[in-house]
């Protein structure tokens, strides 16, 4: 009888989930091709096996994460118990072919069920804890489909008990044939022997049903829930952008004006325009809440959550799914439905527009979610084909396009921060002569504004007393464009990039320094695309080889002594340079170097990265206010960076704060080339 129900049961739920997997597999199937995504099968295995099989990302959250590998691996390692629960619907001492009872599986099988049960209470414990009834926005749980994740601790939890009271059973009617090894197995079997052979031979019967019964329920929750992720996310991050999704934007499409045409179409304006990977991230997510908690926009009041935006694409996307897939895969409900465009109707556009592409929900989402992609997709959609933007975006669109500069103010003041120092800078005309190693590319800020001028001066004195043979372009350096692309002006940054590529072409460039991490991202990994390659290193990175090698020795003690760095997102997140600024830093005799709680890779946006440097913040609290608030926590004397828009956005948070008696008057903002040139000798 036990054989029949469970097979019946089994057949009944493999139909109702291969039908579920089916669908959601031509749903995603039905997005727009996806580039650059196959890569060798080594490096694949390499990346399953650090972050699905070891949960690399998930461990850095530490009691969570390991909560999470137990649980992982212990469903992992018990796929040998849902064996055996089969083969015992038939045999009530069934063993796995070519295993048998060997004393160590029966421990290994106890082992994780204990494990995956004290895994349950730490996740209930911590969703107590940060319940969004108690902590609002603050929890990344805020806005999750809660009851869902109850629902599916609670199957997990009746998957582990039913199994183990079915092995006690087994122990008191002697159809268990493991050694007490299995110490969970026998020890709740004590329990269960008052009760009589009988009672037990019918609760192993019961359970063992039960236990199929639990499984197959839990397997169809999973595929009509979020987590589908466990069957979606080793696929997600098979295909994920690697080494990681930052930096360089995935799609860099043909905006050549010869072959577009009226039907041309750039960017997601409705659901159908995501590629098919943007689609399996949908389907990926987790709702775990790591990229809300760490996201800038979300912490400081403004509507943007990265898990929310992910889960409102995902819903339109069941919702719609009539659309792609037509009525004989989805309802003929939804198969009805008007296309609807994703902004506003599904996004609002204060959503879209407060994103400051400072990667932390990239860094953080555990299943390689790609949410700056998409989001810049759903921006070039709204710039090209709406012309719907943020108002005060229009000027910094006309400056680049009409002077080469977010500020408007030409290429004849490029080279007025040269005027001020004593020394000889080649300004390149035609090829960079032999003898030059690098091309220094200033960029706008470094060269326009008056805060970054001190930064690239001292720059400059620096490469020019460690004996370093440097040029810069002077007024044929243009914007390499990087805030109209990530506005969303994709056409306007390919005509930047293209003039720009042409010129250092032309000129011969080879090795090129970058003061700012913009710059810098955008000549060294996406100027590629375009055909633009360029060995290039942040001024940070060199003066920690010149310091290194003594061409540079630092032997002043700093009067202000106590710095915390914060760190620029283009720089750290976006191309992993951590360690090049601090170590400059702490070469520095007399600094005490402080972090931030914030910093590294969980480090938080200065707030003027994807062009929101020049948007007007209206909603909630400033980013950069909140980032002064959190270097402030430490007392420093020194708050220093290495990138000019951090600069800039640090400098004015700090000079606010110092207006309302929030800081201290001899608090400073430096980069990190002002922090080294202090503590030269003076020859």
């Not at 048998?100 to 494990?115: I, K, R």
């Not at 935006?309 to 339109?316: A, F, I, N």
Request: aromatic share 8%.
């Amino acid at each position: 009888m036990r054989a029949a129900i469970g097979l019946l049961i089994t057949v009944v739920a493999l139909f109702f989930a291969a039908r579920r997997g089916l669908f959601i597999f031509k749903l995603v199937k039905s997005g727009v091709e996806a580039p650059n995504r196959r890569r060798n099968i080594p490096e694949q295995i390499n990346l399953e096996v650090q972050e699905v099989l070891g949960q690399k990302r998930l461990l850095k959250k530490t009691v969570p994460g390991i909560a999470h590998f137990f649980t992982f691996w212990g469903f992992t390692i018990l796929t040998a118990t849902i064996i055996e629960a089969f083969g015992a619907l038939f045999q009530s001492n069934f063993a796995i072919p070519l295993i048998g009872h060997d004393s160590w599986l029966g421990f290994t099988e106890d082992f994780f069920s204990v494990a995956v049960l004290l895994s349950l209470v730490v996740f209930s414990a911590i969703r107590l804890k940060n319940a969004p009834s108690k902590k609002d926005r603050q929890s990344r749980f805020y806005g999750s489909h809660n009851d869902a994740a109850w629902l599916v601790l609670l199957g997990i939890a009746l998957v582990i008990i039913t199994l183990l009271i079915y092995r006690a059973a087994q122990v008191n009617t002697g159809d268990f044939a493991y050694s007490n090894f299995a110490f969970a197995s026998h020890g709740l079997a004590a329990l269960l022997k008052p009760l009589g052979h009988s009672a037990n031979s019918a609760l192993e019967s019961i359970f063992v049903v039960a236990n199929v019964g639990v499984i197959m329920g839990f397997l169809v929750f999973v595929t009509y829930s979020k987590h589908l992720h466990i069957f979606a996310a080793p696929l997600n991050v098979a295909f994920s952008r690697k080494p990681r999704a930052l930096g360089a934007l995935d799609k860099t499409p043909n905006m050549d004006p010869e072959l577009l045409t009226e039907d041309s179409v750039f960017g997601v304006g409705k659901i159908n325009d995501f590629s098919w990977k943007q689609l399996l991230d949908l389907v990926t997510c987790t709702e775990c809440g790591r990229c809300q908690e760490q996201c800038p926009a979300w912490n400081t009041e403004k509507p943007l959550s990265p898990k929310l935006l992910v889960m409102s694409l995902r819903d339109h996307l069941f919702a719609t799914s009539g659309q792609l897939l037509g009525p004989r895969v989805a309802s003929a409900e939804t198969a009805t439905m008007e296309p609807v465009m994703l902004v506003p109707n599904v996004i609002d556009p204060d959503i879209l527009w407060s994103c400051t592409t400072c990667g932390a929900c990239v860094e953080a989402c555990p299943v390689d979610i790609e949410h700056i992609d998409a989001i810049v997709d759903m921006r070039r959609y709204q710039v090209l084909m709406e012309s719907e933007f943020p108002t005060e975006a229009g000027t910094m669109l006309r400056n680049i396009e009409n002077q080469g500069d977010p500020w408007g103010l030409g290429s004849s003041h490029r080279l007025d921060w040269v005027e001020a120092i004593d020394i000889e800078i080649p300004v390149i005309d035609g090829e960079i002569p032999a003898d030059v190693e690098y091309l220094f590319w200033v960029g706008c800020a470094g060269a326009l504004d008056e805060r970054a001028r001190k930064v690239t001066q001292s720059i400059a004195r620096l490469l020019d007393r460690a004996g370093v043979k440097f040029a810069i372009l002077g007024g044929r350096e243009s914007c390499t464009g990087d805030p109209a692309r990530r506005l969303g002006n994709e056409y306007l940054y390919q005509m930047q990039s293209m003039m720009n590529i042409e010129t250092l072409n032309e000129v011969k460039a080879k090795k090129i320094i970058a003061s700012c991490p913009h710059c810098f991202n955008s000549i060294a990994n996406e100027y590629a695309s375009l055909g633009g390659n360029y060995e290039v290193v942040h001024h940070t990175q060199l003066l920690k080889e010149l310091v290194g090698k003594g061409s540079l020795v630092p032997v002043n003690k700093l009067e202000q002594g106590k710095v915390t760095y914060h760190d620029p997102c283009y720089l750290g997140r976006h191309n992993g340079i951590y360690d090049a600024p601090r170590s400059v830093i702490e070469s520095v005799p007399g600094v005490t170097s402080v972090e931030m709680h914030r910093h590294r890779e969980k480090g938080f946006c200065c707030g003027a990265g994807g062009a929101r440097m020049w948007l007007e913040e209206k909603i909630g609290k400033r980013v950069n206010v909140e980032r002064v608030d959190q270097a402030l926590e430490v007392d420093p004397d020194v708050v220093s960076t290495a990138c000019p828009y951090c600069m800039i956005m640090l400098d004015d948070a700090v000079k606010a704060k110092k207006a309302e008696g929030g800081a201290r008057d001899d608090v400073a903002v430096l980069d990190v080339a002002q922090i080294l040139e202090q503590s030269l000798e003076i020859k």
